[in-house]
């Protein structure tokens, strides 16, 4: 195991929680509901890089 995998769940629950708190804090991060059936993640995912992509091709 590496250092990350020797950490406690404390670690990963404060990581995450800080993680989601950038989140919140920066619009340009996004964030996707990994949760979710794969299907859906994929869309998820395509819909954001589609948006992302339309709105770089306009400012061009």
Do not use: C, G, H, P
């Not at 929680?17 to 794969?38: F, G, M, P, V």
Request: charged share 35%; hydrophobic share 40%; glycine share 0%.
């Amino acid at each position: 195991m590496d250092r990350i995998e020797k950490e406690s769940m404390d670690f990963f629950y404060r990581t995450r929680e800080r993680y989601q708190a950038l989140a919140k804090e920066d619009a340009s991060i996004i964030t996707i509901d990994a949760s979710q059936d794969i299907d859906k993640v994929q869309a998820d995912i395509r819909d954001v890089l589609n948006q992302w992509l339309t709105q770089e091709n306009s400012a061009l």
